[in-house]
């Protein structure tokens, strides 16, 4: 196929890498933030296992960025997320909750720190650069909001390391989980994370200038060869696996962090106001109404992921909704995380899922599936 071949006019964007993408095998997109993302290369049973026994890398420039800089830039950031960031270094990571007043989750993006009064919001699929500009109007802050020029590949899988040693030098091997660090290749200005969305080892690779885009994924590729580096996509699979969230789908503005056990991510107690605070404090002194599962599906091997939300059934009511279901060639099993009313989350207790095929048992296990310590990522 060509790339012209895909076209929903010029208000669905296309990344820095659409091309090379196309060439290398892309067969389709979806949409997430206004722009194409790669979804399909041929076989995503393949694509799972080139991540879990080699690399593949990426196109996920569709996370975009919101840079917010100036003199109140850590205030403001702590506004907008209940996590506490108080001890985040220069040059870390955190995977943070974006919450509005009533606690719902606008978005579960990574936080990266520049510099002492410069972050990157790297977005999930929704438009936080609108939210965060309107916060910041009537806030008495000063800072600046917008978008920059920057388009992130994920290159993930065991081997994922030795492919950035090759390209980066061994200087590379002590960059730590959820650390960044500004590099450079061949001239082309990145920074690059020890971040990814598979729950394997991996690298997130931040391009800092458009025009480079080609260029850039050529050269890793071509360094990736004898690694066995494959193009690929996000994999469903590895990250329902890992009991990834994908925002939209297991995750929304009616969604509270509590509902999805992240109370982690939630410091009531820290001096700072944040946006959602006394929604956030309610909720979690009353309980959660409805909690997050995982589910073993009991039926013939599904052929791809969902593509709509499944009811779940306990004595003829609806009790919840499976948001995220895929088979996995690994676990050689149908495997799901679900929405259920809180009073039915309890591991072992079985229900009724109504697949496209119809009525079927599943029946409620623990989650992750799959490497429930992320040894793997953080290894």
């Known amino acids: 196929m060509h790339a012209d071949d895909f076209g929903f006019g010029t208000q669905v964007r296309k990344s820095p890498y659409f091309d090379a993408t196309v060439r290398w095998g892309a067969q389709g997109f979806s949409v997430y933030n206004h722009m194409y993302i790669p979804r399909d290369f041929g076989d995503a049973e393949q694509n799972f296992w080139s991540l879990v026994n080699d690399a593949i890398l990426c196109d996920v420039a569709v996370e975009r960025q919101v840079e917010v800089t100036g003199p109140d830039a850590a205030r403001f950031v702590q506004m907008l997320t209940p996590r506490d960031l108080s001890k985040m270094a220069v040059g870390q990571c955190k995977y943070i909750l974006i919450t509005n007043a009533e606690g719902g989750i606008l978005n579960d993006p990574i936080l990266l720190r520049l510099a002492e009064d410069h972050f990157w919001i790297s977005l999930a699929d929704s438009d936080i650069l609108l939210w965060a500009q309107g916060v ?21 899988g065991p081997k994922s390391g030795e492919i950035m040693q090759a390209l980066f030098g061994d200087s590379i091997m002590d960059l730590k989980y959820y650390w960044l660090r500004e590099v450079e290749l ?38 990736g060869m004898e ?33 999805l056990g992240l109370d982690r991510l939630v410091n009531l107690d820290m001096e700072a106001d944040f946006i959602g605070k006394a929604a956030l404090r309610r909720i979690q002194e009353q309980g959660a109404r ?47 995380l679900a929405m259920v009313a809180a009073d039915f989350a309890h591991v072992g207790m079985e229900i009724e899922v109504v697949t496209a095929s119809g009525p079927t048992r599943a029946v409620i296990v623990d989650r992750p599936f799959y490497d429930p310590k992320k040894q793997l990522a953080v290894a």
């Not at 978008?147 to 994920?154: A, G, I, K, T």
């Not at 990145?190 to 729950?199: D, K, M, N, Q």
């Open 136 to 156: 910041a109007v009537h806030s008495g802050l000063d800072v600046s909001i917008r978008e920059p020029d920057v388009s992130p590949l994920q290159l993930q």
């Open 186 to 223: 061949d001239g082309i200005p990145l920074i690059v994370s020890r971040t990814g969305w598979s729950s394997e080892l991996g690298y997130e690779i931040y391009l800092r200038d458009s025009a480079y885009g080609d260029a850039l994924w050529e050269r890793i590729m071509a360094t």
């Open 227 to 259: 690694f066995g580096l494959k193009p690929g996509h996000t994999s469903s699979i590895r990250r329902i696996e890992g009991g990834m969230l994908s925002y939209h789908a297991d995750a929304d503005i009616n969604t509270n962090p509590y509902e």
């Open 290 to 336: 409805r909690k997050q599962v995982g589910l073993i599906i009991d039926c013939e091997p599904l052929k791809g992921p969902n593509t709509a939300f499944w009811p779940i059934n306990k004595d003829g009511a609806q009790i919840g909704k499976v948001t995220s279901a895929v088979y996995s060639p690994r676990l050689e099993r149908n495997i799901a």
